[in-house]
T-cell receptor, first 110, second 115 residues
């Protein structure tokens, strides 16, 4: 069974601070997605990375896929209260079945 | 097409009753997935379809859970004889199998409360 571990589980920071969320596995994934989920809603896809070492930027968010395609990180610069939510990583494997991590709950205080 | 649609958004049922949820995927997507998410956890995979074929169902939580996608379009997830432990958010997602990247788009979910 492929497992994804996210850290930290909870993060509370002040507006304007930077943060990094990690997603680690002992398994190799064909792709890795990051989602953001708000209470009572479904996860919303932020980015997909497929190549080892790939870096993608989405405004203040920077996503990196590890060289061995076993881990990923999400870095947020100058966090804002609107960034508050549950951040989920998900690994794609043969058959397109997504395996999710447990999530990182981020709270950004004004 | 506005994305993946799930109905109902909320369902409250008494223990022992049967419930059925519906998912309408993005129209050109061949693959459809069901996940369950409990409070504070990441989504847990249940089953998936490619067109009308159910390709993986070993992760369904018990024989009280079943899913169908009879015409390869919408899907239903049924839970028979509900238990309080079934209370959770049930999420549906769809993807294009041709992409091969595992990228999936989710609906807003159905929140089930068993009382």
């Amino acid at each position: 069974t492929q497992l994804l571990e996210q850290s930290p589980q909870f993060l509370s920071i002040q507006e304007g601070e930077n943060l990094t969320v990690y997603c680690n596995s002992s398994s190799v994934f064909s792709s890795l997605q990051w989602y953001r989920q708000e209470p009572g809603e479904g996860p919303v896809l932020l980015v997909t990375v497929v190549t080892g070492g790939e870096v993608k930027k989405l405004k203040r968010l920077t996503f990196q896929f590890g060289d061995a395609r076993k881990d990923s990180s999400l870095h947020i610069t100058a966090a804002q209260p609107g960034d508050t939510g549950l951040y989920l990583c998900a690994g794609g494997s043969a058959g397109n079945m997504l395996t999710f991590g447990g999530g990182t709950r981020l709270m950004v205080k004004p | 097409d506005t994305g993946v649609s799930q109905n109902p958004r909320h369902k409250i049922t008494k223990r022992g009753q049967n419930v059925t949820f519906r998912c309408d995927p993005i129209s050109e997507h061949n693959r459809l997935y069901w996940y369950r998410q409990t409070l504070g956890q990441g989504p847990e995979f249940l089953t998936y379809f490619q067109n009308e074929a159910q390709l993986e169902k070993s992760r369904l939580l018990s024989d009280r859970f079943s899913a169908e996608r009879p015409k390869g379009s919408f899907s239903t997830l049924e839970i028979q004889r509900t238990e309080q432990g079934d209370s959770a958010m049930y999420l549906c997602a769809s993807s294009l199998d041709a992409w091969g990247t595992g990228e999936a788009f989710f609906g807003q979910g159905t929140r089930l409360t068993v009382v």
